[in-house]
């Protein structure tokens, strides 16, 4: 059976990677950071009693910004493979704390790799470094009006992907000196129904629904017109696994060969939501109506704009497509309309839930 360590367990990859590991028979550890509450609603149904002599999910308290800790884990846990997908990954927010994010997304990924080393594993542990595609902007020169590929050359416009560049070549760097299994996933954004919240998407079909159910007045979003290739995460945690499987270590861009705009998503989700959506302009400023009521249900609100955007990007992934045989199964649009419907069954149910309490408070009023 093998032995795999994933870090960065709260969140939407963790949770789909852990179920795509155990129902392959693995023995999954997580790295899990002490919080003041639980948040590990995402991945509750993988849970295991620790009193369960088949125990194959084993939680680890530890921290990224803890070296003595991480080689302990390490040198105990002796991982056949080790996912590492923590980090602070808004690209947004990453503005506001580029020392923290630098940090996080860079040296992180060099304690890590350091742990392997110390723990005398580099020979026989595999790394998988979650990279990202927005390390690229602009025209790659060598391909003209083409799409970019695991070699264009890379002009990262947030201090997330500097620190995410910086990761990427130093995972590099050990696999060079250190003949380490050591490979990047660079993946365009996956997105699901447990997406967190403030990414676009979900915070897009959060709305819709909420609207839909008529909890929310309005949305405000920043740049509608920024492209982006969205898929499901379901389907780029299995090019993760396929990446470790290789006989050697490869990079390899992770993507679907379509992007959409911003605008575009909010379009399907309100049609998922059965609301018939106008856009007009006044002033300077785009606003959006609801057909039905003529309300302004969504505003742009400056304060969602970077201070540096990648407004489009396409990516060539027929290297993981060739030598993974990595196949998507989902579109875009079957993936936004899981994510809207999902949601507007989690705001029934706590809608459900709210009146239910009123109706026992009630009682002893
Ligand atoms: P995410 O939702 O932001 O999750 C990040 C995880 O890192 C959370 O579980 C978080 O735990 C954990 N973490 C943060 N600080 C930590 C610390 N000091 N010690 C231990 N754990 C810590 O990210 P995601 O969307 O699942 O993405 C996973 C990885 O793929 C990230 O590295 C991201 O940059 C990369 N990536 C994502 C996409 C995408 O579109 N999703 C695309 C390309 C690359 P808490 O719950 O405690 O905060
Ligand atoms: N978050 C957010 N909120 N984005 C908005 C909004 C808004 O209100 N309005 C417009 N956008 C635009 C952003 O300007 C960006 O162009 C696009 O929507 C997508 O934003 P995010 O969903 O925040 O994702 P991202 O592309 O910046 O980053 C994600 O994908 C990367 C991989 O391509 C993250 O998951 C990164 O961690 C990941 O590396």
């Not at 690209?91 to 890590?112: C, G, H, K, Q």
């Not at 990761?167 to 760097?173: E, H, S, V």
């Not at 399907?268 to 106008?278: K, L, M, Q, V, Y």
């Amino acid at each position: 059976m093998k032995k795999a360590l994933i870090t960065g367990i709260t969140w939407q990859d963790w949770a789909y990677l852990a179920e795509l590991l155990l129902s392959k028979w693995y023995e999954v550890h997580w790295i899990k950071r002490r919080t003041s509450l639980f948040n590990t609603d995402r991945i509750d149904h993988l849970y295991q009693d620790i009193h369960n002599p088949n125990l194959k999910f084993h939680l680890h308290y530890g921290d990224l910004t803890d070296s003595a800790n991480l080689i302990k884990l390490i040198s105990d846990i002796k991982p056949d493979e080790i996912y590492n997908l923590a980090a602070q990954s808004h690209v947004a927010v990453s503005f506001d704390m580029p020392e923290y994010t630098a940090n996080a997304d860079w040296i992180w990924t060099l304690r890590l790799l350091e742990a392997i080393r110390i723990a005398w594993l580099e020979k026989t542990t595999k790394f998988y470094q979650a990279s990202t595609s927005e390390l690229f902007w602009g025209l790659d020169y060598n391909r003209p009006l083409a799409w970019y590929t695991e070699e264009s050359p890379m002009h990262p416009r947030s201090p997330y992907w500097c620190a995410k560049l910086y990761a990427m070549w130093i995972t590099r760097n050990y696999k060079e000196s250190y003949d380490m299994f050591a490979c990047n996933g660079i993946l365009f954004n996956h997105e699901s129904p447990i997406r967190w919240e403030t990414f676009v998407t979900r915070k897009i079909t959060m709305a819709v629904a909420k609207i839909s159910l008529w909890l929310q007045d309005k949305l405000f979003l920043g740049n509608l017109d920024a492209k982006r290739d969205w898929w499901h995460a379901k389907d780029y945690v299995e090019a993760m696994w396929m990446m470790l499987q290789q006989d050697k270590p490869e990079d390899f861009v992770i993507s679907t060969w379509e992007s959409y705009s911003v605008r575009e998503f909010v379009n399907w989700s309100f049609e998922e939501a059965w609301i018939e959506i106008e856009w007009r302009w006044e002033w300077i400023d785009e606003k959006w109506y609801d057909k039905s009521t003529w309300k302004c249900i969504v505003e742009i609100d400056k304060k969602y704009f970077r201070p540096a955007e990648v407004d489009f990007l396409l990516w060539d992934s027929s290297k993981a497509r060739n030598v993974l045989l990595w196949k998507p199964k989902y579109t875009v649009q079957m993936m936004c309309k899981e994510m809207v419907a999902s949601d507007i069954e989690k705001f029934k149910k706590q809608e459900i839930l709210k009146k239910h309490w009123y109706e026992i408070l009630n009682q002893y009023e």
